[in-house]
């Protein structure tokens, strides 16, 4: 099955599964696809389509798409918290503790018996050559100011020993970990973006001939999709990674045409690269608009780049999933 097939798939699940007539099911019952009305505004289209934003980096466009920002956090002057978001150190500067990923992913490691080869999107609900992962939550619409804010991430749990069932017989975490289906959880687990969006939404191209696509997965028997951008790495101090960014804006007065920029300081694929961006905020001038920006520097710089060692403003942390696919 072809990256595209695949893709067509997800979008026409909703339509597919009063008339399936794949093969009888095993494992977990099937429950349809899930409300994606629920999930937060972060992972909502706009009017029905998923769009790649674009940045810039070392003078190369960097398409992405943006799964939404987490402000910096607020308090009184008496130390009450008036809005959750990230925390900051002594420097202002943002930061993530791998302790606010709360929800898990179970990765099953060892294969499945694959069952009908050929994965028609028309009639068949889901394929039934691979074993997509299990979520044991999606990131719902939350209220409320001091709310720990919706992330994307999750904890990757591997669950190995279970290589003798079908492919996609397991759709729910807790028949999983109840032992339904053998095997168990290995010791520790990684952080990865796995941002769940509208299965039945238009997902926009990276770029032209990008071949990245939606992935599957499962919650409580129902069909997701989610955008992977990847693990992310958990420093010594217990923080997940951060990429510098920073957001330009036009001018105050400056012509409709000017527009915000997302500057990067890495590309897709690079070891700097990080899904979580430690975002800055800088306003551009009318000598130099934010369009003539191309990249990021630290001191020596050349005439496109930006400085970012004196801008200390902060706004918090954006998620980005870009690819080099």
Do not use: H
């Not at 009639?123 to 050559?129: A, V």
Request: proline letters at 7%.
């Amino acid at each position: 099955m072809t990256n595209k097939m695949y893709a067509l798939g997800l979008v026409a699940a909703l339509g597919a599964v009063a008339c399936s007539d794949s093969t009888e099911e095993v494992g977990d019952t099937y429950q349809g696809v899930i409300d994606a009305s629920t999930l937060d505004a972060k992972f909502r289209p706009t009017s029905g389509v998923y769009r790649p934003a674009t940045a810039r980096a070392k003078g190369t466009s960097v398409p992405f798409y943006n799964l939404g920002q987490v402000a910096t956090e607020r308090k009184d002057d008496k130390g009450v918290l008036t809005n959750s978001g990230v925390p900051v150190d002594e420097n202002g500067r943002p930061y993530l503790p791998a302790s606010r990923v709360v929800s898990t992913s179970y990765d099953l490691t060892d294969g499945c018996i694959t069952g009908k080869a050929d994965f028609d999107f028309r009639t068949d609900s889901y394929p039934e050559t691979v074993q997509w992962p299990l979520f044991a939550a999606l990131p719902l619409t939350v209220t409320g100011n001091t709310t720990p804010p919706v992330l994307p991430l999750v904890k990757v749990t591997r669950w190995t020993g279970t290589g003798g069932q079908q492919c996609n017989a397991a759709k729910d975490v807790t028949s999983l970990t109840k032992g339904a289906f053998g095997g168990a959880a290995e010791e520790g687990d990684t952080v990865a973006l796995r941002a769940i969006i509208d299965v039945s939404a238009q997902l926009n191209p990276l770029r032209q001939g990008s071949e990245f696509v939606a992935q599957g997965g499962w919650y409580r028997g129902l069909q997701l999709a989610y955008l992977d951008g990847g693990t992310v790495p958990v420093d010594e101090t217990g923080n997940v990674k951060v990429m510098d960014g920073v957001l330009v804006s036009p001018p105050t007065g400056a012509p409709a045409t000017e527009t915000p920029v997302f500057l990067f300081a890495a590309l897709p694929g690079e070891e700097a690269w990080s899904p979580v961006v430690r975002l800055r905020t800088f306003t551009a001038t009318a000598a130099k608009p934010a369009s003539s920006y191309t990249g990021l520097c630290i001191d020596v710089c050349t005439e496109t780049e930006l400085n970012i060692t004196p801008i200390t403003r902060y706004s918090g942390v954006l998620f980005a999933v870009g690819s080099t696919l």
